[in-house]
C-alpha cells in the first residue's frame, strides 16, 4: 500500500460527452503504465470557477477546457501565457503546487504538428496561407502560422467584421477577403485552412467554390466529423495534399499529458485508433 495520490485530469466542457480526449489519454496512461484517470465533467459556466478551485484539493493536477469556457477561463485562472494570453482562449489547464490556477494554449502547437508529422514536405513559408472562418480556432491557427513564417495570411468569415477584429489585432500580415470571394483566394495560396464547423457532421455543407485549388496546395480542415470532409476529398481529387483535422487534437494534447503525468507520449496510429473507437 501506498499514501501516493493518484493524479487525475479530466476534460471540462458544456456539453462534453462527445469528448475523444478521454480515449486518447486513458490510452496513453495504460501505453506508459502510469496510474492516473482521465474523466469528461459537464460544468455549465456559472459553476466553473467553483469547480476549478475545487478540483485540486480532489487529486487533480491539472485540465483540458472545451467550448463554451475557452474564452471565460481566461478571467478565472490566476496565471495566463502569453500564448494564450494571444489567442484570446485557453484549452489546458494545470494546477500548479503553489495553488494558482496556470492557463496555456496548445491548440495552435497541435495544428502545426498535425501538419509536421501528415505533409513531412510542407513549407509554411512557400507561400500565402487562406483561412476559412473567423472564431477562436481561427485565432489558434493565426497565431501559429506566423509564428512559423507564413509571409501572408487571407481570411474570409461569413461576418466580415469578424475577420477585420483578427486583422486588427494580428496586423498587416492578415488580409480580408469578402466572404463572398473566399474561393479567388486560394487561387495564390500554399496552404488553405477550414477553421469554421461547415461540412461537420450535423452542420451545413462549406459552400465555397474550390476552382481556384492549385495542384500541390496543402488543404486542411480542422472537423474531424467527418474524418474525411467534402473539402479533403475535393482536394484531393484535383491534386492537392490533404490533411485531416484528428491529429490536431492529438497533438494538443502532447504537451499537456506531458505536464500532467511527466511523459511525453507519442502520436502513432495505435493513438488514432484509440481516438477512433
Known amino acids: ?17 462527445h469528448s475523444k480526449s478521454p480515449q486518447i489519454h486513458m490510452h496513453w496512461l495504460k501505453m506508459h503504465g502510469l496510474p492516473g484517470y ?9 459553476n466553473l470557477e467553483h469547480v476549478l478551485r ?28 502569453d500564448r494564450a494570453t494571444l489567442i484570446g482562449a485557453a484549452n489546458t489547464i494545470i494546477f500548479r503546487k503553489d495553488g494558482q490556477i496556470q492557463a496555456d494554449n496548445t491548440d495552435g502547437i497541435g495544428f502545426i504538428r498535425n501538419l509536421q508529422q501528415s505533409a513531412p514536405n510542407w513549407d ?10 473567423a472564431g477562436g480556432a481561427a ?18 468569415n461569413r ?3 469578424r475577420a477585420e477584429a483578427l486583422q486588427t489585432e494580428f496586423g498587416k500580415s492578415l488580409i480580408v477577403v ?34 481556384g485549388l492549385r495542384k500541390g496546395t496543402l488543404v486542411t480542415d480542422i472537423v474531424y466529423a467527418p474524418l474525411k470532409t467534402q473539402l479533403l476529398i475535393e482536394a484531393e481529387e484535383m ?6 483535422g484528428l491529429g490536431m487534437l492529438l497533438h494538443q494534447a502532447v504537451p499537456a499529458f506531458e505536464r500532467w503525468f511527466g511523459v511525453r507520449p507519442v502520436v502513432d496510429s495505435a493513438t488514432r485508433a484509440a481516438a477512433l473507437r
Open 38 to 46: 482521465y474523466i469528461p465533467m459537464d460544468v455549465v459556466a456559472d
Open 124 to 133: 509554411p513559408k512557400a507561400g500565402p496561407a487562406a483561412i476559412l472562418g
Open 239 to 244: 491534386g492537392c495534399a490533404t490533411v485531416d
Open 1 to 17: 500500500m501506498t499514501n501516493t495520490r493518484i493524479p487525475l485530469a479530466g476534460v471540462i466542457g458544456s456539453p462534453v460527452a
Open 178 to 211: 469578402d466572404w463572398v470571394q473566399a474561393g479567388n483566394m486560394m487561387e495564390d495560396a500554399a496552404t488553405v485552412v477550414n477553421t469554421t464547423s461547415l461540412g461537420m457532421l450535423g452542420k451545413p455543407p462549406l459552400r465555397v467554390p474550390l476552382d
Open 159 to 161: 461576418t466580415r467584421v
Open 139 to 156: 485565432r489558434a491557427v493565426i497565431a501559429a502560422l506566423l509564428e512559423v513564417g507564413v509571409p501572408e495570411i487571407m481570411i474570409s
Open 54 to 81: 475545487t478540483l485540486p484539493q480532489m487529486g487533480f493536477v491539472g485540465v483540458n477546457i472545451t467550448v463554451p469556457h475557452k474564452e471565460k477561463i481566461l478571467e478565472i485562472a490566476d496565471l495566463v501565457t
